[in-house]
């Protein structure tokens, strides 16, 4: 089973920025795609960027491109989220998720993620 503790969220404001990470368990990270979510209230969990497991493709959502980047360290067992420029629009908890079956024809679908953190929440002010 895959752990994921996601962390670095917080209260920013907006055209601020903030990174977040998580951290999964198990020596096999580098063979899981990741991915971010985010959830607002009374709002359905949304796709927010996602990264193969060599790091060398990624995906994003178009409310997020040339803002947010994803990158992963697998040596660290950790998934990033870089936030630039960020918006109101952006606040919500923010989920990672992982990946054993891969993602390559559905990485914006939460269908193709197995294991998920706890959340970390994003707050940006006006």
């Known amino acids: 089973q895959v752990q994921l503790v996601e962390s670095g969220g917080g209260l920013v404001q907006a055209g601020g920025s903030l990174r977040l990470s998580c951290a999964a368990s198990?020596?096999?990270?580098?063979?899981?795609?990741m991915g971010w979510f985010r959830q607002a209230p009374g709002k359905e969990r949304e796709f927010v960027a996602a990264i193969r497991r060599s790091g060398a493709i990624t995906y994003y959502a178009d409310s997020v491109k040339g803002r947010f980047t994803i990158s992963r360290d697998n040596a660290k067992n950790t998934v990033y989220l870089q936030m630039n420029s960020l918006k109101p629009e952006d606040t919500a908890v923010y989920y990672c998720?992982?990946?054993?079956?891969?993602?390559?024809?559905?990485?914006?679908?939460?269908?193709?993620?197995?294991?998920w953190g706890q959340g970390t929440q994003v707050t940006v002010s006006s």
């Open positions: 998720a992982a990946s054993l079956r891969g993602i390559a024809t559905i990485p914006r679908q939460k269908d193709a993620y197995d294991y």
């Open positions: 198990g020596r096999t990270f580098s063979s899981y795609a």
